[in-house]
């Protein structure tokens, strides 16, 4: 036994340290990445000017910013987490108190002042399984002045990330905008015509594609970095980025086109249980396998499904689909090479040629990732609350 115990010793220490570590990610394991507010501004053809807005309620009432990316990183998430245990009936209260405040952030703005908006339907949802964000549905109208040619629209960054959207006559999105940092919208012509250039929607969803990467996307950082476990080499691991890049690149473009459908409550879990995959390999083999790239390829195909959930928010228009569509892809594969370089400057650069690289860097570190996915599984699946 005496002959055992300093590689144990050793690995046990790497083992504590790999999770220190990665408590960030633990800390983040049972949080709710901050969605945007999708907001459609209709013209009803009458004077009358709409917004339907759908949100995080808790967060906006909350008042967690878009500085942040995730709720757990607000001073305010303990508010956030008392309004997500709410009923329909707790959280309408909440919202009649909040109710002036939030007006007073969400405005429309035409050439001659401000239009006046009033709440006319509050739709909530029950209180679910909080491992999950829920959404709310508002709807508030106003009168659009006489003379009025355009309107701008503007979110109080307080209450987070905002996208502006204008349906057509036949329900596609003829306009739609991201305004990530609360900056107010281009002027939106009451007769319609507003569009943007494909240039414009390509560099905006490079940033959108990144940012869901890093730093919201912990799950898909974990999986890269199981990748980067195993063999640190650059050619095999860009052959497996490829291979999942170009697989999750197919499932996204499906799914945005309506061809595939998942529900989250499937995807998600799955997602989950591709990490477990990666990680547990890791620690049954120390040789990259030659059919791991395909392995990589079919889960890359279920990881589209779960960018094509936030992605199919946005509302593209047909006439931008492929420009936004391309630039979500380009953003994702920077944030992916992002979390490589990240490896290698921490511990691949310096340990990846040492003979103890294994024992102390992938196998406690991959021991570590696959515990935080085994959770998910579970929490996704709703085995514990």
Not at 209 to 237: A, C, Y
Not at 238 to 263: E, K, N
Not at 325 to 349: H, K, M, S
Request: with cysteine.
């Amino acid at each position: 036994m005496k002959m055992f115990s300093r590689p144990i010793n050793q690995v046990l220490a790497s083992l504590v340290l790999a999770v220190l570590l990665l408590l960030p990610g633990l800390a983040g394991a049972r949080a709710h990445e901050i969605r945007p507010a999708i907001a459609d501004l209709v013209f009803v053809g009458d004077g009358t000017v709409r917004l339907e807005i759908s949100l995080i309620l808790e967060a906006a009432l909350a008042e967690i910013g878009v500085e942040h990316g995730d709720t757990d990183d607000s001073p305010n998430s303990g508010r956030y987490d008392d309004l997500r245990r709410l009923d329909e009936s707790g959280l309408a209260v909440e919202f009649g108190r909040f109710e002036r405040r939030f007006l007073n952030g969400v405005k429309l703005t035409s050439d001659e002042g401000e239009i006046a908006l009033d709440v006319t339907a509050v739709e909530l949802e029950p209180v679910g399984d909080t491992d999950f964000a829920r959404l709310s549905r508002l709807s508030l109208s106003g009168q659009l002045p006489v003379n009025a040619r355009d309107v701008v629209f503007s979110f109080n960054p307080a209450f987070g990330p905002s996208v502006i959207r204008v349906p057509d006559a036949q329900g596609e999105y003829s306009y739609s905008a991201y305004l990530g940092d609360g900056s107010p919208s281009e002027p939106i012509p009451v007769e319609g015509g507003l569009t943007v250039s494909a240039s414009q929607v390509f560099f905006d969803y490079i940033g959108i594609g990144f940012t869901h990467i890093v730093p919201k996307g912990l799950d898909h950082i974990l999986f890269v970095v199981g990748l980067f476990l195993l063999s640190p080499r650059l050619k095999p691991l860009l052959i497996q980025i490829t291979a999942f890049t170009v697989a999750h690149s197919v499932t996204l473009a499906l799914a945005m086109l309506g061809v595939i459908s998942v529900p989250a409550s499937i995807v998600e879990p799955l997602i989950a249980a591709s990490i477990v995959f990666i990680a547990v390999e890791n620690l049954a083999t120390s040789r990259l396998s030659p059919w791991r790239p395909f392995v990589v390829f079919g889960f890359g195909l279920l990881h589209g499904l779960g960018f094509a959930g936030v992605l199919t928010e946005f509302g593209l228009s047909p006439a931008h689909f492929v420009s936004g569509l391309i630039g979500f892809n380009v953003g994702v594969e920077v944030g992916q090479l992002a979390v490589v370089a990240a490896c290698y400057a921490l511990f691949g650069a310096w340990f990846s040629d040492k003979s103890w690289y294994r024992a102390r860097v992938s196998v406690p570190m991959s021991l570590a990732i696959a515990g935080v996915a085994a959770w998910w599984f579970v929490e996704r699946i709703g085995l514990i609350a």
